[in-house]
């Protein structure tokens, strides 16, 4: 009878009260100097990860490394409150993660930048382990990275090996079959029907995304993605197709001028979408999901915040930034 | 339907344990006062529901509003104080069950 989110939510809840204010974000970013910068940082809950970020000499090499172990650490202690169920749940969501960083190994391999490169665009976080994912990115070619992946026990190891196995060999059909993987293996582990109305958005998004970058070339429904609401599969034909009607209040992110505000406008759409889970879905993994989003945007925020003090952006350069961003 | 039933296994007994001493004392009383046997039984059936009721409904209450408290405070224990607050507010539910109790007593 008891309802397990109760006492998860509750402490999701109170973590989330941890997370930075606004008020500390926009110090951090009126900042008139890097170590400004440290200092404000310094001044939050951040600074017990920070270590040697603070340190004389250190660099953005020391200040990602700060950010990502407090990334992980939240991410830990989400993953240590739940249980049964749940976990199942949180898992299934940090599965986001996983795609992200395969993602950003596929496109390292494929076009040849260095492991200790590849190994920085990516998230600690996630279910597969970060050792997996650093031998992962000292692959030569992407069939030695699906069968590392896979080897490792991820779930999307598998699904990048299939591809690779079915002749997928560009960027475009090795994302979208991950895509496709990492949505099949989200709906099935997903119960509550409010995160799922989510994820069928997010698919929805996602879909009309693909159809832009598809413009312009023979439009094929492999690239679909199945499991939205609003975006069918003749939809989607049509606005690759170059057609931009469409009724749900999507239509901003076909209207957009280019890809990158496309993109921005969809994850401003996504992270609102995430916030109303939240509120409608007290007793479910809606509260999880939303402070997953906030937490990465915040680790984001500060990224980008620390490397325009760092390289001396002024104050309108990193406004834009974190807007695009 | 498996969880009603589920329920009222759970909270039925209690409630009917209530209702029958309300009951059985009330047959008490009803000898001293030379009422008639329905008017006493049917009053003091209602004294028990009045009471039984309420508490089952705190129960239910608290069952959740305890767990995410318990929650709450185990992230941030200076907010227990709040959390006991939140927590003994649907005590009142059995409070006004009392007060029904005792004015059908």
Do not use: C, H
């Not at chain 1, 009724?247 to 759409?269: C, F, N, Q």
């Not at chain 2, 001493?21 to 009422?35: E, K, N, R, W």
């Not at chain 2, 529901?49 to 318990?70: D, F």
């Not at chain 2, 006991?84 to 009392?98: K, Q, Y």
């Amino acid at each position: 009878m008891n309802n397990p989110y109760g006492y998860i939510n509750g402490r999701i809840r109170m973590m989330r009260v941890e997370l930075l204010e606004s008020r500390s974000l926009d110090d951090a970013q009126n900042a008139a100097t890097y170590p400004e910068y440290l200092r404000q940082l310094s001044e939050t809950s951040i600074r017990e990860d920070l270590g040697e970020a603070t340190a004389q000499g250190a660099g953005l090499g020391q200040l990602d490394e700060a950010l990502s172990r407090n990334y992980l650490r939240s991410v830990q202690k989400l993953r240590s409150i739940v249980t049964g169920q749940p976990a199942q749940e949180v898992e299934a969501l940090l599965l986001r993660y996983d795609l992200q960083n395969v993602k950003t190994l596929v496109r390292g391999v494929i076009t040849g930048r260095s492991a200790d490169d590849i190994v920085g665009g990516m998230i600690p976080a996630g279910t597969i382990p970060w050792s997996a994912l650093q031998a992962s990115a000292q692959s030569s070619d992407v069939p030695s990275l699906a069968q590392t992946l896979s080897v490792a026990g991820g779930k999307l190891g598998g699904v990048l090996r299939a591809a690779v196995s079915g002749g997928a060999s560009s960027m475009l059909d090795l994302e979208v079959a991950l895509d496709q993987g990492y949505y099949r293996t989200v709906l099935s582990g997903v119960r509550g029907v409010a995160v799922r109305r989510y994820f069928t958005r997010e698919i929805d998004v996602r879909n009309l995304l693909i159809a832009r970058q598809l413009r312009g070339t023979a439009a094929t429904n492999r690239y679909f993605i199945p499991g939205g609401r609003d975006v069918t599969e003749s939809d989607f034909l049509r606005i690759a197709g170059g057609d931009n009607g469409t009724a749900s209040d999507l239509a901003p992110i076909l209207e957009a001028g280019d890809l990158g505000v496309a993109e921005g406008l969809a994850r401003k759409m996504l992270n609102d979408s995430a916030r109303a889970v939240a509120m409608s879905d007290p007793l479910g993994p809606g509260v999880a999901l939303d402070y997953l989003r906030r937490k990465e945007q915040e680790i984001a925020r500060l990224r980008l915040t620390g490397r325009a003090k760092y390289y001396g952006l002024s104050r309108e350069e990193l406004q834009k930034e974190l807007a695009d961003g | 339907m498996k969880n009603v039933t589920t329920k009222l296994t759970k909270y039925l007994p209690a409630a009917l344990t209530l209702a029958t001493a309300a009951v059985s004392s009330d047959a008490f009383a009803q000898a001293a006062t030379g009422t008639t046997t329905s008017d006493v039984g049917l009053k003091a059936i209602g004294a028990g529901l009045a009471l039984g009721l309420g508490a089952v409904g705190t129960g239910l209450a608290q069952g959740p509003i305890g767990a995410a408290a318990a929650g709450v405070t185990a992230e941030r224990p200076e907010k227990f104080g709040q959390m006991a607050i939140w927590f003994f507010i649907p005590e009142t539910l059995v409070i006004f069950g009392f007060v029904g109790f005792f004015l059908l007593k």
